[in-house]
């Protein structure tokens, strides 16, 4: 296992190729550690999941993943969706998963992992990015404040945008 106080040198960053079992297969084990952790609701995915998840991701060329990987071992992934926003009339892209490995959180590879993240937002022509943020995860709303994520608002008057959701099965 790696120290948090150890050099970042052996981090990799890479966009995924979901073609490649490798890289694959890291997809669903670290979004599988992920769901397993409290910020991620506390239980692993389901066999559904683990099994349908790569090929469901390839048959949408709107998202696309950025995978962190110390020498061969996984440890960092986030997955992007690209939207529109009507009123800027471009892409946009949400930021759906992003999570690194406990031992090695604390090393700005998240941060890496985003910056790749925003580099083909760009390439894509996207005019920003969103994510979403449980109020409890200080460290990532810290993290992501740094990097420049703030609170969504059009008009102070009428508040910040809230996350909601509604399960249609």
Known sequence: MTS??????????VTADLSDPVHADA????????????AGGGEGLSPFAKK??????????????????????????????????TFACKPLVNIHDVTVMSSHRGRGIAGDMLSRVADLARER??????????AGNTSAVTAYARLGFAPYALDPAMGEARFMQLWLD
């Open 4 to 13: 948090k106080n150890a050099p970042r040198s052996t981090i990799r960053i």
């Open 27 to 38: 997809l669903v084990a670290l979004l599988d550690a992920y769901a397993k952790d409290p």
């Open 52 to 85: 349908a998840l790569v090929p469901a991701m390839r048959a949408r060329p709107t998202m696309y993943s950025v995978l962190a990987f110390d020498g061969e071992v996984p440890v960092g992934l986030v997955n992007a969706i690209e939207g529109f926003s």
């Open 125 to 134: 022509g996207a005019c920003k990015m969103t994510l979403e943020v449980l």
